[in-house]
């Protein structure tokens, strides 16, 4: 088995009395899409803050291409080339599209102190914000504002601006969230191909998506996870179905 | 336009300035508004006062509100001297924004009558023919005080000031003339209004007298807080603390507080008595220390302006001030090298007369004094 | 051409043409007074960028224009005293020349806005803007009872300071002087805007955890801005000691770094010329309210009062409308 | 330095700490609730003050004075929060500063064309006034330890206020959600005018207290607004029980700060530099504690982390 290009091992996180993540351990491998699902409150936000750098966990450890990253903040590991988008669109609102892809090159690029060059300026940065762009179908739309963008397509600007950063795993927070069935196709389509670029870790709560696109499934309930495995594997667990599927199958 | 017209202000006074035919010009930078109001008011007032009993149409006043601000301060000495051209500048209370003023106002030929604030810079080294003090050297009423305290026979005041320069000056002034041992040396932060730290150490001190000068608000929240306090020793300090506008608002905490001046309204000369019954007359409120200093400056220029034109023969109009030919408020006044006083001192009284709280004369401190750094002004 | 890029372009002419008019009409004071307005203006294009750009609500800006204005203090004033700076372990003498000046006041706010800045940056929101004011009062109570430089009573410069090839006690030459230097600083303030620096800045500003995501350090970003920022109000300070002649306290004071923001926010947070605009509107009715009431303050407090109610976006959002993106 | 001087120090901080709580519990609740920064919390203290004194001067009743500045305080806290401050809540901090930094103007200069130039005058009632003696054998002015009373009650009063009554409740519950306290169908802009109100009459009771020992003059409120933003910072912004900590220890600070650092100096240094040192120290020992205190927790001693 090659080795994972993300993994958690063991890791716990508590606030209070509550036990936030309970000794998880899952991986993401080359290659594939690894969802992770589970009820409202089983601890999926923050096991994502623990992925990408947000939290530090209590105990265990975060492997990212075979680095200990546990102890780096979110811009380091995004250096190392792990892209995010986030469950609430996270983009500057007063920023055109093209403006917000752009973002992810000036950091792709680490190149946050040039003051005198113009950002926007003809060149390798902006035909890699564009080629994020018209990938996930929003070239028409570059030079308008995020908040005159719909829903939707600030989903996709999400995805894109993760895109212009290259990297080599992503981790998805809820990317159709709030979409209709016609946007969450579109996604669907989008991330079915995306993998082959690099893995994604997706946390996801539409079941037909998950089940349409994910290679394997974990399930996490109360902050442990009590399965893993293929979506056949999954749709057959009795204890999934009992924690979590019982009432929708 | 920051500058008012005489006319616009000074309503009881509207024969004052002939706009026209006015052949000198003066441009009076104080404070009338913010906090420190109530002393440039006085100032402005008590100059307005004998410029309206002079009736002259010679003179034409421009009045600016420097809101406390040096860089006001000097904006408006900009527009005074550039739009206005005026030929002498007065007025400014307070020695910082003195410092901002005067020095750039002299170097360009302009004359300062300064009718309160003069700082030790400008009375030794920084002195300059054309600024004329007509008030007093800053440290001199605090040296009325330590001679006070000398001739009273205490032999260990607590002494107290803000830690400004103006502060620094003021005890040196006070230990100048009382030469003796001290029972504590504090200075405050400019601006406390709490002083129960103080008079707590005051009382663990054993000191047999209080000297302070906190000016303004300071000091009436000092005093306040110090009659209340239970500790009764004799308390000195120079007059800004103890003067008509803030005694109303000090109330009994003052009586009895012994001040060191170089004026009272119950002064025995004949042109103090003139002045402190035109004054009331006039505004329905007794006279302070400033507007008696503005009087006396306004007087002093008048006595100038018929000497000579001060744009046209500057050095004769500054040999006329020199001569201080008018008839001061506090009597024999006469200018010393370095364009400041040569006067009498006086000690004294907060007492109740009515329903006022005002002074009276108890003694005088030093009699013909000038100032400390006279030898240092080379000119 | 927008009507913002329109506004910027009569406001550029207007900036050399009526101060020269007053000029030639042979009113010196109005030169001042326009000279005091465009210092102002630099102080608050400093803040603009702190402010506007990177979301900085500092209410402690009057520090770096103190520590500007002292600057031309103390090297002015051990010039005209001959007296050097110090002597060991080298001597550094005074200076009446202003390029020297500007490179030191600009130097000294630099490295006091990037201690500052590194230190309050830790906090964020209201914290921000009380720990700022904190420093600010530190150093104000610092000069006050700083005596060999005056303490309260400040410093008096009795001739003011010399530019080469220019004769800086004639009005409009200093003005002159002074309206280049603003205007280089709106140009490195268009430039910084459109650069992936102010990209960068400007989103960290509303979405700092997108910028954390991307791989970039959002606080190191607001730290460049906050040390640029102070440095070019440092700048504005050193002029505007050298317009009065004279440094004090008073320029540390709260007051002051409320003004300075007033400024910024009266003509347009975020906008290019909002300094601009707002400190020459600010000294006009600074200047000509006090002719008509001696309590013209209130109605200071009114207009502004007005300004932050009813006109969003500052008196160029007013006239220019919403501001508008980079595409 | 005799034992019974440091614990009458020590009394004395506490009297100026109580006082800065009064003013400090009215802006740290109003940030709070609304989460609006009142810059112009200082000119109600004066308001409150300039009313005492007025009233005192009419009716010779310090009592009726106080009843005065509280009602004048609340009546212009309710005011301005209808006129001008509730256009602000859904502002950022930024235009928040902007247009209560327009009320100090609007305020001092207002008050100075009301009541003139001068400063008032305001004394302590004759039944307050004077020494008492203490165990220990320290005379103390009576009237400050009554204002330490004071403030303590004014302290539980409004503990039990927040913890114990309808209104608490509301306002707890709006520190935590503003959405919810709406759909528990709370009136809230009601709630937020009584808020600002409660608030202001702090400040006016604080100004009255203090105006009858200290000078009653436009512009008296800037200072201790400053001291209270320090207050509030370092307690953590919308804590009571950190206003209250947060102004015993800058009331401690300040006064004992002032005493013993140009001691500490005399160790050294010659006496009269020492004392000119000592006293700049002690006049920025507050700032610093503050920066300390938020470089060590940036969010105060009390704040809710960020």
Redesign the interface.
């Known amino acids: 088995m090659p080795e994972p290009i993300l993994s958690a091992r063991g890791i716990t996180k508590s606030f209070g009395a509550l036990k936030a993540s309970d000794d998880i351990t899952l991986d993401l491998r080359a290659g594939e899409i690894h969802a992770v699902i589970g009820p409202n409150g089983a601890g999926k936000s923050t096991l994502i803050a623990q992925l990408?750098?947000?939290l530090a966990p209590d105990a265990g450890t975060v492997q990212f291409l075979g680095h200990d990253v546990t102890r780096e903040?979110?811009?380091?590991r995004?250096?190392r080339g792990l892209?995010?988008t986030?469950q609430i669109s996270?983009?500057?609102?007063?920023?055109?599209v093209?403006?917000?892809a752009?973002?992810?090159c000036?950091?792709?690029t680490?190149?946050?102190?040039?003051?005198?060059?113009?950002?926007?300026r003809r060149g390798p940065?902006r035909d890699r914000a564009e080629q994020a762009l018209a990938r996930v179908g929003l070239q028409d739309h570059?030079?308008t504002?995020v908040a005159d963008l719909s829903h939707g397509q600030r989903r996709q600007l999400e995805v894109a601006?993760a895109l212009?950063?290259q990297p080599k795993a992503f981790v998805m927070d809820e990317p159709m969230a709030g979409l209709g069935a016609e946007g969450s196709a579109q996604m669907t389509r989008l991330l079915h191909d995306l993998r082959h670029e690099a893995p994604i870790l997706l946390v996801e709560h539409d079941m037909d998506a998950v089940f349409a696109l994910a290679d394997r499934i974990s399930v996490l309930v109360y902050g442990q996870v009590i399965a893993t495995g293929t979506v056949d594997e999954i749709r057959a667990h009795p204890e999934v179905r009992a924690a979590y599927l019982g009432d929708e199958t | 336009m920051k500058v008012l017209k005489t006319l616009a202000l000074t309503t009881a006074l509207t024969a004052v300035a002939g706009m026209a035919a006015a052949d000198v010009k003066v441009g009076m930078i104080t404070t009338l508004s913010g906090g420190g109001a109530s002393l440039g008011i006085d100032t402005r007032d008590g100059f307005m006062l004998a410029m309206g009993m002079a009736d002259r149409d010679d003179v034409e006043v421009v009045i600016g509100d420097d809101q406390r601000k040096p860089d006001v301060a000097v904006q408006l000495a900009d527009e005074m001297i550039q739009s206005e051209q005026v030929d002498v500048l007065t007025g400014i209370v307070w020695s910082n924004l003195a410092m901002a003023v005067v020095p750039s106002a002299t170097a360009q030929g302009k004359f300062y009558l300064s009718t309160n604030a003069a700082p030790a810079q400008l009375a030794g080294r920084g002195c300059n023919p054309n600024y004329f003090a007509v008030s007093y050297q800053n440290d001199n009423l605090h040296e009325a005080a330590g001679a006070y305290a000398k001739s009273e026979g205490y032999t260990n005041p607590f002494i107290m000031a803000p830690n400004y320069p103006a502060g620094h000056d003021s005890l040196a002034g006070f230990k100048r003339f009382y030469g003796g041992d001290l029972a504590g040396e504090v200075y405050t932060t400019l601006g406390q209004t709490d002083y129960a730290a103080e008079i707590a150490q005051i009382r663990d001190s054993g000191a047999d007298s209080i000297f302070f000068f906190l000016p303004g608000g300071m000091g009436i929240s000092f005093l306040k807080q110090y009659s209340n306090s239970g500790v009764e020793l004799p308390v000195m300090g120079p007059a800004f603390s103890f003067d008509q506008a803030i005694l109303q608002a000090v109330g009994e905490a003052a009586l009895g507080v012994k001040n060191g001046a170089n004026w009272s309204k119950d002064l025995d000369v004949p042109a103090n008595a003139d002045f402190v019954a035109a004054f009331e007359e006039a505004y329905d409120r007794l006279p302070s220390i400033y507007a008696a200093y503005g009087y006396d400056t306004a007087n002093l220029l008048l006595s100038a302006v018929d000497a000579a034109d001060p744009a046209e023969d500057p050095d004769a109009f500054r040999a006329a001030l020199k001569a201080a030919d008018f008839d001061s408020v506090r009597g024999d006044f006469s200018f010393d090298t370095n364009n400041h006083p040569v006067q009498d001192i006086y000690v004294r009284e907060v007492v109740q007369e009515g329903d006022i709280f005002t002074n009276k004369i108890v003694a005088t401190a030093i009699e013909d004094r000038s100032s400390a750094y006279v030898d240092e002004c080379k000119m | 051409m927008s009507r913002e890029t329109i506004l910027n372009a009569l406001l550029v002419a207007g900036l050399v043409a009526l101060p020269l008019g007053a000029h030639l009409a042979g009113e010196p004071f109005t030169v001042t007074l326009a000279t005091r307005a465009v210092i102002l203006a630099l102080a608050a294009v400093g803040l603009n960028i702190a402010l506007g750009l990177g979301g900085l609500v500092s209410l402690g800006h009057a520090a770096f224009f103190g520590v500007g204005g002292y600057a031309m203090g103390i090297l002015a004033s051990h010039a005209q005293s001959y007296v050097p700076l110090m002597e060991a372990p080298f001597l550094i003498e005074g200076t009446k020349s202003m390029p020297v000046i500007w490179l030191v006041a600009v130097v000294a706010s630099a490295l006091a806005a990037l201690l500052i800045g590194m230190l309050s940056l830790r906090t964020s929101g209201v914290y921000f803007i009380m720990i700022t004011l904190a420093f600010g009062q530190m150093l104000y109570y610092f000069a006050i009872g700083w005596a060999p430089y005056g303490g309260e009573d400040g410093l008096p410069i009795y001739v003011r300071n010399g530019f080469p090839g220019l004769n800086t006690l004639v009005p409009i030459q200093f003005y002159a002087l002074c309206l280049v230097v603003l205007l280089l600083a709106l140009a490195l303030h268009a430039v910084i805007a459109r650069s992936p620096f102010g990209l960068a800045l400007d989103a960290a500003r509303q979405v700092p955890e997108r910028v954390r995501a991307v791989g970039l350090n959002p606080t190191r970003l607001k730290l460049a801005a906050f040390t640029l920022s102070g440095a070019i109000t440092g700048l504005s300070g050193a002029l505007f000691a050298d317009l009065n002649r004279f440094v004090s306290p008073t320029m540390l004071s709260w007051q002051m770094s409320g003004e300075i923001m007033v400024l910024v926010i009266l003509g347009g947070t975020g906008r290019l010329f909002g300094p601009v605009v707002g400190a020459a509107v600010f000294v006009a009715l600074d200047h000509h309210l006090g002719g008509l009431t001696e309590f013209w303050q209130v109605w200071l407090g009114v207009i502004l009062l007005a300004v932050v109610l009813f006109a969003r976006g500052g008196l160029i959002g007013l006239i220019a409308g919403e501001r508008r993106t980079d595409a | 330095m005799s034992p019974i001087l440091i614990a009458e120090q020590v009394l004395n901080g506490l009297q100026f700490g109580v006082m800065l709580f009064l003013m400090a519990a009215g802006l740290t609740l109003i940030f709070g609730v609304m989460g609006l920064i009142n810059l112009a919390h200082g000119s109600l203290y004066m308001v409150g003050a300039f009313a005492a004194a007025a009233v005192a001067g009419l009716t010779g009743s310090f009592l009726l004075a106080l009843i005065a500045a509280l009602a004048a305080a609340a009546i212009a806290g309710a005011l301005v929060e209808i006129v001008v401050i509730r256009r602000l809540y859904a502002r950022d901090h930024l235009d928040q500063v902007l247009a209560t930094f327009a009320l100090i103007l609007i305020f001092s200069e207002g008050t100075r064309w009301i009541f003139g130039s001068f400063p008032l005058f305001l004394d302590i009632p004759g039944w307050l006034s004077g020494p008492v003696t203490l165990p220990g054998g320290i005379a103390y002015p009576l009237y400050r330890l009554v204002l330490i009373g004071a403030g303590l009650a004014v302290a539980a009063g409004l503990g039990l206020l927040i913890s114990r009554t309808r209104i608490g409740i509301q306002i707890r519950a709006g520190e935590n959600d503003r959405e919810m306290i709406a759909a528990l169908g709370v009136d809230i802009s009601k709630l937020y005018t009584i808020v600002f109100a409660l608030g202001a009459a702090l400040a006016g009771l604080a100004g009255a207290l203090v105006g009858a020992i200290q000078s009653v003059q436009v512009a008296m409120g800037e200072p201790v607004l400053i001291l209270a933003f320090v207050v509030i910072v370092i307690g953590g912004i919308g804590s009571i029980r950190g206003a209250l900590v947060g102004a015993l220890l800058v009331g401690l600070t300040d006064t004992l700060g002032g005493i013993f650092l140009p001691e500490l100096f005399k160790l050294f240094l010659d006496p009269a530099t020492a004392t000119a040192v000592g006293a700049s120290l002690a006049s920025m020992a507050i700032y610093i504690l503050m920066g300390a205190v938020l470089i060590w927790r940036p969010t105060g001693l009390f704040g809710a982390p960020a």
């Open positions: 990408c750098g947000g903040g979110t811009a380091a995004a250096r892209a995010r986030f996270a983009l500057a609102m007063e920023h055109s093209i403006q917000n752009t973002l992810g000036v950091g792709a680490g190149t946050p102190w040039r003051i005198v060059s113009r950002a926007l940065l570059a030079a504002r601006v212009t950063l």
